[in-house]
T-cell receptor, first 110, second 115 residues
């Protein structure tokens, strides 16, 4: 079956750096994306990797290794507002389906 | 403003009473999709549509129907809702091209309770 594995919960302090890992097993691969979801809100797009390497967008960076079926989201200079759930997602099966991980709940402490 | 709009945002209904959740996008996207979100399970794809009159099943299509008669609209139909369809539902659309195709824009969500 198809699956994406990510930790269920991560806790970090304000100003720190945190890394959220994602390993995937899918039928086909057309890109790894990351979404943020605050409580009561909708998922919003953060970052995407189609090729190996690091993509940087402000305080957020995302990494992909296709040979390892692995990626991570790196959040730097953590702020309280970063407390949210983070989902990795893979576009698979001819590119028509997007499969999500179960989400990582990030708690940022003062 | 580019957005995906879904209605209703909240709905309580009873088993067997047909309901429709509407979804509309103003970005001229060809691809639209429905997801349900349940605690600990992330988002699971119900149905998707690649263009007008072209739809296909996602991973959890049982008990749902969709239609795509116009590019902007993609309603989700529950013909005979059951309690196990109590969930938070999201509609999403995405653009074309290597980058646009990897960016889903989500509606605000519709919380459905089936008694």
């Amino acid at each position: 079956g198809q699956s994406l594995e990510q930790p269920s919960e991560v806790t970090a302090v304000e100003g720190a750096i945190v890394q959220i890992n994602c390993t995937y097993q899918t039928s086909g691969f057309y890109g790894l994306s990351w979404y943020q979801q605050h409580d009561g809100g909708a998922p919003t797009f953060l970052s995407y990797n189609a090729l190996d390497g690091l993509e940087e967008t402000g305080r957020f960076s995302s990494f992909l290794s296709r040979s390892d079926s692995y990626g991570y989201l790196l959040l730097q200079e953590l702020q309280m507002k970063d407390s949210a759930s983070y989902f990795c997602a893979v576009r698979a099966e001819g590119g028509f389906k997007t499969i999500f991980g179960a989400g990582t709940r990030l708690f940022v402490k003062a | 403003e580019a957005q995906v709009t879904q209605n209703p945002r909240y709905l309580i209904t009873v088993t067997g009473k047909k309901l429709t959740v509407t979804c509309s996008q103003n970005m001229n996207h060809e691809y639209m999709s429905w997801y349900r979100q349940d605690p600990g399970l992330g988002l699971r794809q119900i149905y998707y549509s690649m263009n007008v009159e072209v739809t296909d099943k996602g991973d959890v299509p049982e008990g749902y129907k969709v239609s795509r008669k116009e590019k902007r609209n993609f309603p989700l139909i529950l013909e005979s809702p059951s309690p196990n369809q109590t969930s938070l539902y999201f509609c999403a659309s995405r653009g074309q091209g290597s980058s646009g195709a990897n960016v889903l824009t989500f509606g605000a969500g519709s919380r459905l309770t089936v008694l």
